[in-house]
């Protein structure tokens, strides 16, 4: 058991470091992308089903709350959270249609948004991020595997290089939590303000 722990921690550690090499421009894009949205008074909308789901709650509640700084709270907000709001649109129209129809009501040109999903082909998610492009809103994917249909149609898109679902989210939330803090460190910390 102790060599099964050994290899699947190795493991996780070997995926995030060629993601880490392979994303490291893009990922500062994106916390410019994020700070600059910020700036203007824009949002942050993340969603994803299952897992995705909590990882785009837990990041949008490090945004409104605090991450490593004391500062004001950013306006982020996880689509997945409502029940009565997923479950009437999931009952009055389809389930393809939870995140894509709040986005409409919510989402602002210049938002930016960022649909996570493992495999890169929940329809929910990306017929979500059809409806912010058409809204004007900046769309970021957190996906794996080979990326699916999703990482073709965002601005940014971030894939973990691996087929284990486990691994493709411990990435993301490492990569959430990663962006999360160069946003504070951008936009409160005085060695990065500006930068």
Same mark, same amino acid.
């Given at each position: 058991? $102790?060599?099964? &722990? &050994? !290899? #699947?921690? =190795? ?6 470091? $060629?993601?880490?090499?392979? +994303? ?17 008074? !824009? !949002? ?9 789901? *909590?990882?785009?709650? #837990? ?8 991450? =490593?700084?004391?500062?004001?709270? %950013? ?21 393809? =249609? &939870? ?6 009501? %919510? ?11 493992? /495999?890169? +082909?929940?329809?929910?998610? &990306? ?5 912010? $492009? ?10 794996? !595997?080979?990326?699916?249909?999703? /990482? ?18 411990? *990435? #993301?939330?490492? %990569?959430?939590?990663?962006?999360? =803090? ?9 060695? %990065? $303000?500006?930068?």
């Amino acid at each position: 058991m $102790k060599e099964l &722990i &050994i !290899k #699947h921690f =190795q493991e996780s550690c070997k995926i995030k470091e $060629k993601f880490m090499k392979e +994303n490291l421009d893009t990922i500062v894009e994106v916390v410019h992308l994020i700070s600059n949205a910020f700036k203007d008074g !824009k !949002k942050l909308i993340l969603f994803g089903n299952g897992g995705s789901a *909590t990882d785009a709650s #837990h990041i949008a509640g490090e945004f409104v709350n605090r991450f =490593q700084k004391e500062r004001p709270g %950013l306006p982020a907000i996880a689509l997945n959270t409502d029940m009565a709001v997923i479950t009437s649109i999931a009952n009055d129209y389809e389930y393809s =249609q &939870i995140f894509s129809r709040q986005l409409k009501a %919510l989402g602002d040109e210049g938002d930016v948004v960022i649909g996570i999903s493992t /495999s890169g +082909n929940s329809t929910n998610v &990306i017929k979500a991020v059809e409806s912010a $492009k058409k809204k004007g809103m900046k769309t970021v994917a957190f996906t794996g !595997k080979d990326g699916g249909k999703l /990482s073709g149609k965002v601005d940014y898109s971030f894939i973990v290089p691996s087929d284990s679902t486990p691994r493709i989210q411990e *990435t #993301h939330i490492t %990569l959430g939590h990663i962006i999360c =803090q160069m946003v504070e460190e951008s936009l409160f910390g005085e060695h %990065l $303000k500006g930068a």
